[in-house]
């Protein structure tokens, strides 16, 4: 797919923070429309199918994937598949608005090698895995299996940093906003 318009994609190990600076950023630029993936992982209690994800079947994913109707996919935890929708990029798009990712590393990392140019990458990263395995303790939305999963992938995830735009570390939250903030606002005044 060719880029017709902006990409914002955030970043991060789960835990970082990504999800509480993308809703920052929703909140203070009316331009930024959040691109909201299809997955295979169940609901939590306080998600709604089409605000946080669009819940599927494994097999309605193994058929998105066949059908060509995702931008980028990963497997980011054992048979739990995340994915772009490109029927969200272009409605983002045609709304004239800049389409803002919250995806995994790997999948961020595959958006970056196509070498786009209008997109901008945030890596966010608490200060120490310790750091991260409170704040999954803390946002009580994981299984005690379900953090371990999430902390293991993050050693891994912490090796992906140098291939994005900016890293940003999340430790002092109303700094991190700051700083985000800063950023997007450079990136969605530049001409395409
Ligand atoms: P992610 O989307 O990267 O998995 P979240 O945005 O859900 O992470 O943040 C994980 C938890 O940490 C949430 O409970 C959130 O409120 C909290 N949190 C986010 N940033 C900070 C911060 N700078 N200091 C302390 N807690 C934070
Ligand atoms: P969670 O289960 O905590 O909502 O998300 C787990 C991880 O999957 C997070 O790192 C989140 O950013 C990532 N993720 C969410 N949507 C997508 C997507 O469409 N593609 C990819 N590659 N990762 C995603």
Do not use: C
């Not at 709604?48 to 060509?68: C, L, Q, W």
């Not at 997109?119 to 895995?129: E, F, M, R, T």
């Amino acid at each position: 797919m060719s880029l017709q318009g902006k990409i914002i994609i955030l970043t991060a190990p789960s835990g970082s923070g990504k999800t509480t600076l993308a809703n920052y950023l929703l909140e203070t630029f009316g331009q930024l429309s959040f691109s909201v993936s299809a997955t295979t992982r169940k609901p939590r209690p306080v998600e709604t199918n089409g605000k946080e994800y669009y819940f599927v079947s494994p097999e309605d994913f193994r058929a998105m994937i066949h059908n060509d109707e995702l931008f980028e996919y990963q497997e980011v935890y054992e048979n739990q598949y995340y994915g772009t929708l490109m029927s969200e990029i272009q409605r983002i798009w045609k709304a004239g608005k800049v389409a803002l990712f919250d995806i995994d590393v790997k999948g961020a990392h595959f958006v970056e090698q196509r070498g786009y140019k209008n997109v901008l990458s945030i890596y966010v990263k608490a200060s120490s895995l310790e750091v991260l395995r409170k704040r999954l303790e803390g946002r009580g939305t994981e299984s005690e299996e379900a953090i371990v999963k999430r902390l293991n992938r993050a050693a891994e995830e912490l090796e992906y940093s140098k291939y994005f735009d900016y890293v940003i570390t999340n430790d002092n939250l109303s700094l991190a906003k700051k700083v985000v903030g800063m950023i997007a606002e450079e990136f969605m005044k530049e001409e395409i």
